[in-house]
């Protein structure tokens, strides 16, 4: 019987060392949950310039190991762009790059996530239309057919200088924003 319990013993303790110096990995595609600390918009942010975050809610590895809500995250800004004044769309693009766990770093790869704003199309299209038909309704009052079509260019063309001069679309993550990444390479803790 000694012997039974000696040798389950050694089965257990050795058990328990080959566990302890298992890898602790966090899988490829894990989703990671972060509150930015501070806020970002495409007025004043750049492609490249650094941001930090916090975990929000806790990641488990494949040991079983808990990487807690809170854990400190640094990332960088992937793509920062303004609208142009009557075509494209601002965009802010996030990604994280490291996390600080146990005194350690460690790096991470993840997707972007971020923002877009909306297209210009229909407002320069109401801006625009509005004015040469308001325009062209003014030119025919006081100038019949002809007064028409000349009113018509006219407030066209004010239409589309309003919407130049309006039409400029920013992006604003602002700061305590909950984000959402997927890691697209496993990290080794």
Sequence with gaps: M?????????????ASWAWAGAPAVIPSG????????????????????????????????????????????????ANSDDAGRLTGRAVLALALDSFQFRGQMYAVSTDTSGQVSKSHKGRNKALIGGGAAAGGVIGAITGGLGGAAIGGLVGGGAG????????????????????????????RI
């Design 2 to 14: 000694r012997k039974y319990i000696g040798i389950a013993s050694i089965a257990l303790l050795t």
């Design 30 to 77: 894990t989703q990671v949950n972060v509150r930015i600390n501070e806020t970002l918009d495409t007025r004043d942010t750049r492609t490249g310039d650094r941001f930090t975050a916090v975990l929000v809610a806790p990641l488990r590895t494949t040991s079983g190991m808990i990487i807690p809500a809170g854990t400190p995250f640094l990332g960088h800004v």
């Design 160 to 187: 589309t200088a309003g919407a130049a001069l309006t039409g400029q679309k920013h992006v604003r993550i602002s700061s305590e924003s909950v984000m959402a990444f997927r890691l697209t390479a496993p990290v």
